[in-house]
C-alpha cells in the first residue's frame, strides 16, 4: 500500500486553526500549496479540471486513507442548503507523525513549512465562491468544466 503525501497533513498541523472545511476547500488549499510555493519540493498530487474547479483524485484518496487509519478526523455537519460539508481536522497521532517529520533536517525545506503557514491563514478562512474565482482567475484552464457561472 502507497503512503499517502506529506501535504495534507502539513496544512492541518500548521497554524492553531487547524481544520479545514470541506472538501473543496482541501482541494483548493493544497492545490494552491503546489501552484504558489516554488520551493515545495513535497511530493505533488495531479489536478484535473472539474465542476467547481480543479480536483485530484488521488487527494481525495489520501484523506480517507488518512482518516482511516487514524492520522486524521473527519466530521460531517449539514449546512443551510442540506448539503453535508466534512471537516477535517489533526488527530494526536496524525501532529506526532507530521512533526516528526518535519524536525529532520532536510524535509521541512521541502515542506515550505512557513509559506504553507501563510497561504493556510490567507485562504482558508476566505469563502469558497471566492477561492474558486479567484482560482479560475489565475489558472482559467481549470475552470473549462466549471458548473459555476465564471
Do not use: C
Amino acid at each position: 500500500m502507497r503512503s499517502p503525501k506529506l501535504l495534507p497533513l502539513a496544512l492541518l498541523a500548521l497554524n492553531e486553526e487547524g481544520q479545514i472545511e470541506g472538501i473543496t476547500r482541501f482541494q483548493k488549499l493544497v492545490f494552491m500549496a503546489q501552484m504558489e510555493i516554488d520551493d515545495l519540493q513535497t511530493r505533488k498530487y495531479e489536478f484535473d479540471s472539474y465542476k467547481y474547479g480543479p480536483f485530484s483524485k488521488e487527494l481525495y484518496d489520501d484523506l480517507d486513507r488518512l482518516a482511516r487509519n487514524g492520522y486524521i478526523n473527519r466530521s460531517v455537519e449539514k449546512t443551510g442548503n442540506e448539503n453535508e460539508k466534512h471537516i477535517y481536522s489533526i488527530t494526536e497521532k496524525g501532529s506526532d507523525y507530521i512533526f516528526q517529520i518535519l524536525e529532520r533536517d532536510s524535509t521541512q525545506d521541502d515542506l515550505a513549512v512557513e509559506d504553507l503557514r501563510q497561504l493556510k491563514e490567507e485562504y482558508n478562512d476566505m469563502p469558497i465562491l471566492q477561492l474558486i474565482r479567484l482560482i479560475y482567475n489565475q489558472h482559467p484552464e481549470y475552470a473549462k468544466d466549471s458548473k459555476l457561472d465564471v
